[in-house]
């Protein structure tokens, strides 16, 4: 018998007083607020929604971006363009009435923080405080600096990252808040570093550094990098830094290894300054450690957030047969055991309701019976949007095959990536030339929190070519398998501990070139998906269950948080016993 509630509690454990501090650029906290542009922002959100429902002594600090991540168009030809989207932080968020003041460019900079608070399962809050400099007193420019997520050059870049750790770093001691571990999310924050060595100096030049105050920053700091590839680092000039952040900065930072080819570099300077590292899923570990040889970085494959991605159907499915999935994902495995009938029907449910958001959108009208693949990301060209178009005539005869196909794509192109609009461009061409009544590919524009989750839960199948070994982890098959939807990808990321041939979707299989890949995802789809998806309704869901069991139980935040607590956050703890409520409760 299932107990109808439980008594708020986490089995983890942790210490009685003292907080994590959680540092973001970018967070989607809700789909109201446009303080995200993708898989980071999604991450961190998703984290921290895990964080509330554990129970985690958690806060986080992200800039306002007062202004949206922007609103995608396109027009019938495929061309973006963007829209702003400002938001009134007052509709979502508490004003905290402290004010701290930063030197940036030798100018003095005011910064408030507006709070939100993120409320778990059980009503553990984690609040998010978001950094905002659009004060009376600050210079035009300087109130514009928490606008734009991702927006301007390097100087508005080094200049956001200063207020968004050292600004946090600030507003987290003028609200008093007792932090054990400071948590950086990509080297955007790791700035963070230099406000914690400034205030360990007790305000003191910089100059009178010692190893044993490097060490007590290290002590308190834990850095998650999310880039495979050097070119994705974030990186300053010299001259830059010396003009931004100031000579005595620069030296120092400079004198602790973090200038790599001449540029100041934020992954190393976190990984510098920090105790623990890692990665997002084991291959990037294994790419990291290559990048940066002289350091240990772990890894903690990442995860997403459960009640967040999985559709209302598969919701109720999952309530009426397995309802400890909420409070512990484990429970996913035994998805194993749902009833076929039953995994179908929530299926269809989820895909009619894409369909109809479809419709709504387009004014086109799919059919729910056809097999249908989804690619939605956002758009950079080591993701090869086009693979799929190498060889539009063997599309044709897929779709002939498979009595129709539908392909749904989606994803914005950030508005300086050139080479990525044109890509958005070449699917609309390619769509528009290979159409038909068997072969239906649509765009949809503005994707976003709430289409991805449309997308992920009613698809049939999830299709992801990103080029090795571009792909840190990637997690919107992650939000597809929460759906019990398969995926068909290159073994890149995550997919490489997801991908189980025929269980939990299909790999495709390596080539040299992006021809051989394109090839191998045909073959692919002539030899298995479409031959399962026709032959039997029943064998599909088999697929589904053991997609959920296998994937869903594994690739989630509840898990990945666990994780952080244990090995980065509070590792000394796992010797102690842990506390479990006196409660008792039958499963
Ligand atoms: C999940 C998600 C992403 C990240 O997905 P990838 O697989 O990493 O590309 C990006 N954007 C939105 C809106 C999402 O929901």
């Not at 490097?214 to 680092?233: I, L, M, N, S, Y």
């Not at 009426?320 to 994902?329: G, K």
């Not at 950079?380 to 086009?386: G, L, P, V």
């Amino acid at each position: 018998m299932q107990p109808t509630s439980f008594k708020p509690y986490s089995y983890e454990s942790f210490p009685s007083s003292g907080l994590v501090a959680y540092f973001s650029m970018e967070i989607a906290i809700h789909p109201g607020m446009p303080t995200y542009s993708g898989g980071l922002g999604v991450l961190a959100g998703d984290t921290l929604r895990s964080a509330a429902d554990l129970g985690v002594p958690m806060v986080a600090f992200t800039l306002l971006h007062r202004k949206g991540y922007f609103q995608q168009h396109l027009d019938a030809a495929g061309v973006q363009t963007e829209q702003i989207q400002p938001w009134n932080p007052a509709d979502f968020c508490t004003e905290e009435p402290a004010r701290i003041t930063l030197l940036i460019e030798d100018r003095v900079v005011t910064v408030r923080a507006w709070r939100y608070d993120l409320e778990g399962r059980f009503g553990h809050v984690v609040p998010i405080y978001l950094l905002d400099t659009d004060l009376d007193g600050n210079s035009g420019w300087d109130r514009g600096l928490t606008d734009h997520l991702y927006g301007g050059d390097t100087n508005y870049r080094l200049q956001q990252e200063i207020v968004l750790g050292m600004g946090g770093v600030r507003i987290a001691n003028a609200l008093d808040l007792k932090v054990n571990v400071y948590h950086m999310n990509e080297g955007h924050a790791a700035l963070l570093t230099l406000a914690l060595l400034e205030g360990q100096l007790g305000g003191g030049p910089l100059r009178m550094v010692t190893e044993a105050d490097v060490e007590q920053v290290r002590k308190r700091c834990v850095f998650t990098t999310h880039t495979p590839v050097p070119a994705g680092h974030d990186r300053f000039s010299t001259e830059q830094a010396m003009r931004i952040l100031g000579a005595d900065r620069t030296a120092r930072l400079q004198q602790q290894g973090c200038f790599r080819d001449g540029l100041l570099n934020m992954t190393l300077l976190a990984l510098r300054f920090s105790r623990y590292a890692n990665a997002v899923a084991m291959q990037h570990g294994k790419v990291s450690r290559e990048m940066f040889p002289e350091f240990a970085i772990d890894t903690i494959t990442n995860g997403v957030h459960a009640p967040t991605w999985v559709s209302e159907p598969m919701q109720q499915l999952l309530d009426d047969h397995i309802p400890a999935w909420r409070r512990d994902n484990l429970y996913f495995r035994n998805a194993i055991d749902l009833p076929v009938g039953k995994v179908l029907e929530a299926h269809a449910r989820a895909k009619e309701e894409l369909l109809a958001e479809v419709g709504s959108r387009t004014g086109l009208v799919l059919n729910p019976k056809v097999l249908t693949l989804g690619f939605a990301r956002r758009v950079a060209t080591y993701k090869r949007a086009t693979l799929m178009f190498t060889d539009p005539r063997r599309l044709v005869e897929i779709a002939e095959t498979a009595g129709g196909l539908q392909i749904l794509y989606a994803g914005k192109a950030h508005p300086q990536d050139e080479p990525g609009k044109a890509l958005i461009q070449h699917v609309v061409e390619e769509a528009a030339k290979v159409s038909s009544e068997l072969l239906r590919i649509v765009y949809l524009e503005d994707y976003a929190w709430g289409l991805g989750a449309k997308l992920t839960a009613g698809v049939d199948v999830w299709v992801n070519t990103p080029k090795r070994p571009y792909e840190a982890s990637g997690t919107s098959g992650m939000k597809a398998a929460m759906n019990g939807v398969p995926s068909l990808s290159i073994l890149d990321g995550w997919w490489i501990e997801g991908c189980v041939e025929g269980v939990t979707g299909w790999a495709i299989e390596d080539g040299v070139t992006d021809e051989e890949e394109a090839q191998s995802l045909y073959r692919k789809l002539e030899t298995a998906v479409v031959p399962l998806y026709r032959e039997s309704p029943e064998k599909w869901a088999h697929l589904m269950r053991t997609t959920l069991a296998f994937n869903a139980s594994y690739f989630n935040t509840n898990r990945m948080v666990k994780q952080y607590n244990r090995n980065a956050y509070y590792p000394e703890r796992l010797v102690e016993k842990v506390k479990v409520e006196e409660e008792a409760y039958a499963v």
